[in-house]
């Protein structure tokens, strides 16, 4: 199964944050990491965060030191997003899969969630 769709997209000014929060419904193997990515207007989707279940994470590069993500319980994943730039806005997806390196190719995907962050 699909993660649920992430909640807590929106609107916000620069310099502001949001939470975005995902639960996953796929087996304990499909589940063993969870994250984000996301896909700006013109632009390919890239991986915003990553967590396993053994609290191993991965971030990309334009949002470490900004962005953080954790995991609640077995499928509950969280992605706290702060000090937010115009360039952050897209639509992000959470993802589950096996792993951290296959969870983009082979992972379940949830509806995606907005974000838009004004000048």
């Known amino acids: 199964c699909c993660p649920a769709a992430g909640a807590g997209g929106g609107l916000v000014q620069a310099g502001g944050s949001l939470r975005l929060s995902c639960v996953a419904s796929g087996s304990e193997i499909m589940t063993q990491a969870m994250g984000w990515y996301r896909q700006a207007p013109g632009k390919e989707r890239e991986l915003v965060a990553a967590i396993t279940r053994g609290n191993d994470k991965e971030y990309g590069d334009s949002v470490k030191g900004r962005f953080t993500i954790s995991i609640d319980g077995a499928k509950t994943v969280y992605l706290q997003m702060n000090s937010l730039k115009p360039e952050d806005t897209a639509v992000y997806y959470c993802?589950?899969?096996?792993?951290?390196?296959?969870?983009?190719?082979?992972?379940?995907w949830g509806q995606g969630t907005e974000v838009t962050v004004s000048s």
């Open positions: 993802n589950a899969g096996p792993s951290i390196s296959t969870m983009e190719d082979f992972g379940s």
